[in-house]
């Protein structure tokens, strides 16, 4: 067992099937205290499912998980003092305002009233609530009925928090808002697992990155590496006369080592595999105004975590 | 943001059975505050049986005979005072179903709040509810001239008895609620909950319907409550004299008791299995 005071959640060999349907079939996962943790994967892979199962919402038929240093199974109420949750939907109340909703959480956290009305201040100011602190959450925004679920998950300062696909459903400026809001919990030590399926949004928030497919761990690295290991930076030449394809293929192919450029006849594009990105650029964008060529576009290409995916799960994202 | 340590009570056993019961007042408080902002839904809710009030004792009143002599109103109140009663199951599912889809259910689950507040306080608001109904129901009758010819006792206990029987039916909500998929699927609870409001002396006295439908209506729940209120209302029973009507009272708190012990159950292990 992974010690307890430095991972605030640790799960091994976690099964859980669903009548027939094997949701889980042996997760590992261990996420170090005070980072964020993205759990990547393809629909129907398990990753709400293990959210559940360590925010003891659910059992696992088999294996073990500790999450704050506690037995999901053999101490919920201790884990649930220590956790925070939040769902796919937000799950706070409508016709109550963000206030009382607050208020209300407080108590059900246990909080002495006096306790409780200054904790649902604080979180309203922290969350940039107040201003809206009296109006009936019917009436808030998707992002700010995330951010006051966010904040009634935020309670007890909880040691781990479960974010399950925090901004589905979200507008562009919703979405930043959460994720402005997830940043600030982690930057004062808060454990946070969540599960995604948008990748710039693992990648944007996550200290490490757990791809999961099948109910299992397929890989877990930190997004930069990740994005390594599926293939470092390309160089991409797109032209506007095809007549000049094996012009391109000779110069980018100088710079690839061996590797040979792959082109793409209906872009008109070449690209390659390179390892000193701006050296490779200026060198090939040299040879090809040597050479005359009509070069429409020259870059360097990042790769991105969707590859990552496809490359590890062999499909696309959901 | 601030990360300051809370204050939490500690936690012994006796202070569990505290909690329990603070839990549980939070949730009431929450429902309470529900119905103060939105006096509409219980405008809704009270909608058909005042509707059904109007209709069958002004429009079909006058066509409905429940013996010589007897005014219609008479026969009828009681029966819709329990018809009411019966309906508010599909409140207490639907606000169920509600707070399962919107995750509410889920972010109680997760937190350290007796588990027993979530189902405990809908029952007590969902009483106290129907305690209003009642009340509001029993105004509009003494404004048609409907009254109880019981003593203030006789009276009181026949309210406390359509109470009994809507305390029955919050565990059969409950159970209902947990098991729905969604709230579509429980918007289709009135077709359950119309005959099994109106199969029965609500409307009509049974001995008048044909002998299957008619045995059915007299073993209804909602016949026994209906009966026995009107027994103690002192308002007009015409029965068909058989054994079932003629313990109308014993069965108005029986009925209740059986579907509690049966739905009470039920219900906390359908609450429990949400973990599975």
């Not at chain 1, 003092?81 to 937000?90: E, H, L, N, V, Y």
């Not at chain 2, 008479?74 to 409140?91: C, K, L, Q």
């Not at chain 2, 029965?239 to 049966?262: C, D, H, I, K, R």
Request: proline share 5%.
């Amino acid at each position: 067992m992974t010690s307890r005071t430095e991972f605030s959640v640790v799960a091994e060999g976690l099964t859980k099937s669903f009548g027939d349907k094997k949701a889980l079939e042996g997760l590992d996962l261990a996420v170090r205290r005070g980072t964020v943790c993205g759990l990547l994967g393809p629909n129907g892979a398990g990753k709400t499912t293990s959210v559940r199962i360590l925010a003891t919402l659910l059992r696992a038929d088999g294996g073990r998980a500790e999450v704050a240093g506690f037995d999901v199974r053999r101490e919920p109420r201790k884990v649930r003092r220590r956790i925070g949750m939040t769902g796919q939907a937000a799950a706070v109340d409508e016709i109550l305002s963000a206030r009382q909703n607050l208020r209300m959480f407080a108590r059900l956290f246990h909080l002495d009233r006096a306790t409780a009305r200054r904790r649902a201040e604080e979180l309203l100011e922290s969350f940039s609530l107040r201003e809206a602190a009296d109006q009936q959450v019917k009436t808030f925004s998707g992002g700010m009925r995330r951010r006051l679920d966010l904040a009634a998950s935020m309670i007890l300062a909880p040691e781990v928090l479960f974010l399950d696909e925090p901004t589905t459903g979200l507008d562009p400026r919703g979405r930043a808002e959460v994720w402005e809001a997830v940043r600030g919990l982690a930057a004062v030590g808060t454990t946070v697992l969540l599960t995604t399926h948008y990748l710039d949004e693992a990648d944007k928030l996550s200290d490490r990155i757990v791809l999961i497919d099948h109910g299992r761990r397929i890989t877990e690295d930190t997004p930069a590496a990740l994005k390594r290991a599926v293939g470092g930076d390309r160089l991409e030449v797109v032209l506007s006369d095809p007549a000049d394809l094996p012009l391109a293929v000779k110069a980018v192919a100088r710079v690839t080592r061996g590797v040979g450029p792959e082109t793409d006849e209906e872009r008109l594009s070449v690209h390659g595999p390179v390892t000193d990105g701006v050296t490779a650029l200026t060198d090939v964008a040299r040879a090809l105004q040597e050479a005359g060529a009509s070069v429409d576009d020259i870059g360097l290409r990042r790769p991105t975590l969707d590859e990552v995916f496809l490359r590890m799960t062999g499909k696309e994202n959901a | 943001m601030n990360a300051a340590p809370i204050a939490i009570d500690a936690e012994g056993p006796e202070r569990r059975a505290y909690w329990a019961l603070i839990d549980c007042g939070t949730i009431v408080r929450r429902d309470l505050t529900h119905l103060v902002k939105q006096p509409s839904l219980i405008a809704w809710q009270l909608g058909f049986p005042i509707v059904s009030v109007l209709l069958f004792v002004y429009v079909f009143g006058s066509a409905m005979d429940v013996g010589e002599g007897l005014d219609y109103k008479d026969f009828a109140m009681p029966g819709m005072f329990a018809m009411t009663m019966a309906f508010g199951f599909m409140n207490t599912a639907m606000g169920v179903v509600i707070e399962k889809e919107r995750g509410v259910i889920d972010r109680f689950r997760s937190m350290p709040m007796a588990p027993s507040a979530v189902v405990a306080g809908r029952g007590v608001s969902d009483v106290l509810q129907a305690g209003v109904d009642l009340a509001v129901m029993a105004s509009i009758a003494l404004v048609i001239g409907w009254r109880s010819d019981g003593s203030l006792p006789e009276t009181l206990t026949a309210f406390a008895l359509l109470l009994w029987l809507r305390f029955a039916l919050i565990w059969v909500g409950v159970w209902i609620g947990l098991v729905t998929p969604n709230q579509e699927a429980a918007g289709n609870l009135f077709a359950v909950a119309f005959p099994f409001g109106m199969v029965s002396s609500v409307f009509t006295p049974p001995s008048l319907m044909p002998d299957w439908l008619g045995a059915i209506a007299m073993w209804n729940p909602v016949s026994s409550t209906a009966n026995a209120i009107r027994e103690l209302f002192g308002n007009p029973l015409p029965t068909g004299g058989s054994w079932v009507e003629e313990n109308a009272m014993l069965l108005a708190f029986a009925w209740p008791l059986a579907l509690t012990l049966v739905f009470l159950p039920l219900a906390v292990r359908r609450y429990q299995r949400l973990a599975r």
